[in-house]
Structures are given as C-alpha cells and as structure tokens.
C-alpha cells in the first residue's frame, strides 16, 4: 500500500500530462471526503486569488468590499498511466468561486455535482453555471439518509434525461470510482463528434 | 482548511515574493501545468525559488506547489515566470489545452479503463 501521510509523494518522472476532473458542492456536502476517497495522496489545500481576468474592479468591491478575495478548494490526484495524471479538484459551489473558474479549471474534462437531498437548493446554482460554461458533469446523491429516490432528485434539480444521476458514498472508495466512471462513460457520448446532418 | 491567509494576515509577504507584481501571463501557466526543474539552486536565489526547485525534482502540479508553499496559485505563477524566464524549470503543459475540440474518444478511453483498474 502507498503511504498516505503527510509526506510529499512525488509523481513519476515521465509524469507529463495532467487532466482535470472537478467535484462540485455545498459546504459539508462530501466533497473532500470524496477526493480523498480515491487519491493516491492526502487531499491538499490551497487557494486561488481573484484576479482583473475573473471580475471587473468594481465587481469585487460589491462582492468583498475590497480589491482583491480568494477562493480555497482541495484536490488529491490519480496516477493514471506512465505519462498521464489526474486531479480531482473538490470545489465549493457559492457563487464567488465562479469567479475563478476560468483560472484554474479551464480545459477541465468534465464535472461531478455532489448533492445532498436535505439541501437539494444548494446545487441550482452550480448546475445552472456548468451549464454556462458548457462543462459536461454528472450528478451524484451522497446518501447520508434515506432520502428521496434518484427519480424524485431528478425532478427537483431539472435535470434532462441526457445528464447521469447516481447514487454514491463519498466515504468509500468503490463508490467514488464508480461515480468518475460513469462521467467518463458520460464524456464518452458527449465529445463523441457531432453527427453530420448535411443533406 | 486554513482560513484566508492572503486576506487576513500576509498582503505583505505576498508583495515582497513577487516584487508587486500583480499577475503572471496567465496563458503561460495550467493551474496542472507540469513544473520540472533543470538546475539546483544557486546561492543568492530568492527563498522561494529555492523552493520550487527543490520541490520540482520530479514533475510537479502547478496547485501542489501552491499548496506546498501556502501561496496562491496566481503568485505561484509569476514565481515560475521568473524561472521559466531564465531556463531554470521547464513546462509540461496539459493536451487538453492544444485542443480546441475537447478531448479525443482515444485519451477518455484512456482514462476511462485507467479509473476500472485503479
């Protein structure tokens, strides 16, 4: 077994192409626990400074009441091949973060929400701005509790038939594995070339 | 988590690491572009050059430095444009940002039969 503590574990020297995966989600809703659930490292911290390129000046003084604000996310990482990496960026929905999105997660593959039933509302917003960004993402129910079936969360969130909704435990590793498959299955269909239709 | 450094306690620190300036050319640097470093550290080098050199032996993350460093990933950025600059690193850039397309059925297949087998 790899070690997971706090001890930096070096990528591979023919490490030399890195993707992008982000999880998506309220506070408290799973998302680190997710991240380090399939990490081959201990989930790490940092933060993002909001820059001109995010936000026009005047925006920042509404959002913050100063110039500048910052974001913090973690992400953890899969080795995946000799030269391929991935990291899965757990990252928190509210509406400042969005701000940043560009910064650090363009060219992203695709996107997890993580949603709790209990505070379905919560994840509105990050799915309207997915959708915004044209980022593919599938939905994954953290199950806390028995809550409302896969059908009724479907309805609450709007969401079309084309957009996977699964049932998850971030806790467990299976699971989360489960959960990157279906979005790659996912990715598969939604970069798949577009059908011509010329007559 | 740790609370806000950068707006509680250290816009100082912060202007002292990157000399005031405000903003590397963002489209030099991924926040997954790959850091690998092509010299040790000389003496006389600023102490968090230092750092990223040590840190960049093997391939590392752009976000595992800021992490590393406790400094965000923009200022992380103009640090390594001063390496960069100067030879010291070079760059293994993410394919998906040659790709206007998104990525290739080839690479998620790929990722794909990578996340079955881990």
């Known amino acids: 077994m790899p070690s997971r503590t706090s001890e930096r574990a070096p990528l591979r020297a023919t490490a030399a192409d890195a993707l992008k995966i ?15 659930a399939v990490s081959e490292i201990r989930p790490l911290s940092t933060e993002e400074v909001m820059t001109e390129a995010g936000v026009g000046i005047d925006d920042i003084r509404r959002v913050r009441g100063k110039a500048t604000t910052t ?19 757990g990252a928190p929905g509210q509406q ?26 919560d994840s509105w917003y990050s799915i309207d701005r997915l959708e915004h960004h044209r980022m593919p993402f599938v939905v994954a129910v953290n199950r806390f509790t028995d809550g409302p079936g896969v059908d009724a969360v479907r309805d609450a969130l709007s969401l079309p038939p084309s957009v996977p909704l699964v049932d998850c435990d971030a806790r467990l590793r299976h699971s989360c594995k489960d959960v990157l498959v279906t979005l ?16 | 988590m740790r609370q806000r450094p950068v707006d509680d306690e250290a816009p100082d620190r912060l202007y002292m690491v990157t000399g005031g300036r405000t903003r590397a050319d963002e489209s030099t640097f991924d926040s997954v572009s790959l850091i690998v470093s092509e010299c040790e550290p000389a003496p006389g080098m600023q102490s968090e050059h230092v750092k990223i050199l040590r840190l960049t032996r093997r391939p590392t993350a752009v976000v595992e430095l800021s992490a590393q460093l406790r400094l965000p990933v923009s200022v992380v950025k103009i640090l390594l444009c001063d390496l960069l600059d100067t030879g010291r690193i070079t760059v293994r850039h993410p394919s998906a940002l040659r790709s206007a397309d998104g990525p290739s059925p080839e690479l998620l297949k790929e990722v794909l039969v990578a996340l079955q087998n881990i």
Do not use: C, N
């Not at chain 1, 982000?22 to 380090?36: A, F, P």
């Not at chain 1, 974001?71 to 960026?89: C, H, N, P, Q, W």
């Open chain 1, 96 to 121: 400042r973060f969005w701000y940043v999105w560009d910064q650090l997660f363009s060219g992203s593959l695709g996107a997890v929400v993580l949603v709790d039933t209990r505070r379905l509302q």
């Open chain 1, 71 to 89: 974001v913090a996310f973690d992400f953890g990482r899969i080795t995946l091949t000799e030269s391929k990496v991935l990291y899965l960026f």
């Open chain 1, 22 to 36: 982000v999880i998506v989600g309220g506070l408290g809703v799973g998302k680190t626990t997710m991240v380090g």
């Open chain 1, 184 to 199: 790659l299955r996912h990715l598969t269909t939604w970069y798949a070339p577009a059908q011509e239709t010329m007559s």
